[in-house]
């Protein structure tokens, strides 16, 4: 194959694997109908093995008037906004305040908790024991009101309920202004005063159909035994076990967690399976008393790595991590004097091509060596035309006379392509660039065209401004580059433009950016070797 079409066919390989991957990301997959309803009671049990000394019992539970509704309590920190209700002490709502819901800078805060038909609250507790059971439909009572911490400013909540058979449910919650986890503990007594295993349930619907671009739902994630393991919504529904050292285990959105984090990762047993509208997930420690760490919160680098259970893992950075965790913290190096994610997109791209400018110049260096040598590799066809062996190795001789390197000007190109990948990942991934804004730009997580939208018959379109100007640039740049092969393998990398043109159509405005920088560099250092070389 020659040079230039296996360049071609290499780049445009690449860009498929990305457009392909970026759709997976941004539509996923439909999730299959639901299965037959389950109950909560019929999950798998974990094995109790002793315990050590119980949470300390707070004072007796607070029994609440039959039909009385539950009581609802507020607590708000510079972070979030959660709603806890007595009845069954769950978590009724939990809004982040410095996320918004869409890129719609008057939409409410991001909302963690779905609400949803046949979908029971998160933070249910069922137990083994003579009577496996859990709290489902039963009434706390609760110490403490509503609470509105700064900085550090701690405070707690603890919930208490008793069920028929004398059998006490304690929730403790304690919270702090300074930060997205929470403390959690539960303990689960029997009425002759036996400590029971807990088991904590969260809960998302199961139907994930409808996407939600702002924060598409991934699925169940967990790092057991330190391998991570994500199963889709689909693979979710089916139904899931693990069993070992659990550092956390919850749902996972593009750029949002649900996540417990039990306070002895050992010996410890999680599961997830599908309950008519529900997904519920469970985890089970080995002792008596449930003592975990809560975090709902945003998929930050930095905030997840401070919690030192490597929650950065539920991060899905893709294979070439290695390369897009540095250009990700190149990005946040430059935010702090840019303040606007885009110029810290352009400086990165300005850093990147100063470190590839050797590997550039050369390739393009050796293309137009290959070019020049183009009129003696014809004659040499001609003369040979019926030898195809004798034709090798006459060429090879002329390339080694004239010390040209024939991989010279694709090698370079491949080595390139696992950073492009890593700054695929690290542009389209991360938090950072959620709801980001840079010229007409709304949303560099986002197609450019969503910034400038029209309906047409009825279908919603957009101006994709962007998206054309890179397409024109690499047009601009295949023009100017040297060709060796013969017009109708030019004429296939003239088409490049126009293919490229179409998959950025659907990629984030961030990448868009990226590449028409890297263009418009590019251009400008092949307009500067073909001066020399005149």
């Known amino acids: 194959m020659e040079k230039r079409a296996f360049i071609a066919v290499a780049l445009s390989l690449l860009i498929l694997v990305l457009y392909q991957e970026w759709v997976s990301r941004y539509y996923g997959t439909p999730p299959p109908a639901p299965n037959v309803p389950t109950k909560e009671a019929e999950k798998p049990a974990p094995s109790v093995l002793p315990a050590p000394a119980p949470v300390p ?76 059971s859990d709290d489902a439909g039963l009434r706390y009572g609760v ?54 295993a807990p088991q904590i349930f969260i809960t998302d619907k199961s139907d994930h159909s409808i996407v939600n671009p702002d924060a598409k739902f991934e699925g169940y994630i967990a790092l057991v035994d330190n391998k991570i393991k994500r199963e889709s919504p689909t693979e979710a529904d089916k139904g899931q076990e693990f069993t070992g050292d659990v550092a956390w285990a919850g749902f996972g959105q593009t750029y949002f967690l649900f996540a417990l984090l039990p306070d002895n990762p050992a010996h410890n047993k999680v599961w997830v399976h599908q309950a008519g509208a529900a997904l519920i997930a469970g985890i089970a420690g080995p002792s008596g008393d449930g003592r975990y760490t809560m975090f709902i919160g945003p998929k930050d680098l930095d905030t997840l790595k401070s919690l030192g259970r490597q929650l950065e893992k539920s991060i899905d950075i893709g294979h070439f991590g290695f390369i897009s965790v540095p250009l990700l913290y190149v990005l946040h190096f430059f935010q702090r004097f840019t303040h606007s994610y885009g110029l810290d997109i352009i400086l990165l791209t300005i850093l990147i091509k100063l470190l590839m400018a050797p590997l550039t110049h050369k ?13 003696q590799m014809e004659k040499l066809k001609e003369r ?46 991360p938090i950072e660039l959620r709801h980001a ?42 023009w100017m580059t040297p060709s060796a092969g013969d017009p109708n393998q030019r004429k296939m990398m003239m088409i490049m433009p126009l293919l490229f043109t179409f998959m950025f ?9 990226y590449w028409l920088v890297n ?16």
């Open 57 to 132: 019992v707070p004072a007796p539970p607070v029994t609440l008037p039959a039909g009385q509704p539950g009581k609802e309590i507020k607590v708000e920190t510079k972070y979030y906004v959660a709603l806890f209700t007595t009845q069954g002490a769950r978590l009724k709502s939990f809004k982040l305040k410095k996320y918004r819901s869409s890129v719609d800078e008057n939409s409410p805060p991001f909302e963690m908790v779905q609400s949803a038909p046949g979908v029971p609250l998160p933070l249910g507790v069922g137990w083994q024991g003579p009577a496996p």
């Open 143 to 196: 110490q403490g009101g509503d609470l509105n911490l700064t900085d550090d400013a701690k405070g707690a909540l603890v919930f208490q309920g008793r069920t028929p058979d004398g059998t006490t449910i304690t929730k403790s919650f304690t919270f702090s202004g300074a930060t997205y986890t929470i403390a959690m503990d539960v303990s689960v007594k029997t009425a002759d005063g036996q400590s029971l």
């Open 363 to 375: 390739s393009y260096v050796s293309m137009k060596q290959m070019q020049k040598l183009q009129p």
């Open 384 to 429: 040979y035309a019926n030898d195809k062996e004798k034709l090798n190795k006459e060429i090879m001789e002329l390339y080694r006379r004239n010390g040209v390197n024939p991989l010279g000007g694709c090698l370079p190109m491949v080595l390139q392509f696992p950073v492009f990948y890593g700054l695929y990942n690290a542009l389209s991934t």
């Open 437 to 478: 804004p840079f010229l007409w730009i709304k949303d560099l997580s986002k197609p450019d065209w969503q910034s400038l939208p029209f309906e047409f018959a009825g279908r919603h379109l957009g101006v994709p401004i962007l998206t054309i100007l890179m397409g024109a640039s690499m047009f601009l740049q295949q």
């Open 505 to 513: 159509v659907s990629f984030p405005a961030g990448l868009t950016v």
């Open 519 to 534: 263009n418009i560099l590019t251009i400008g250092q092949q307009y500067w070797i073909n001066r020399r070389e005149r």
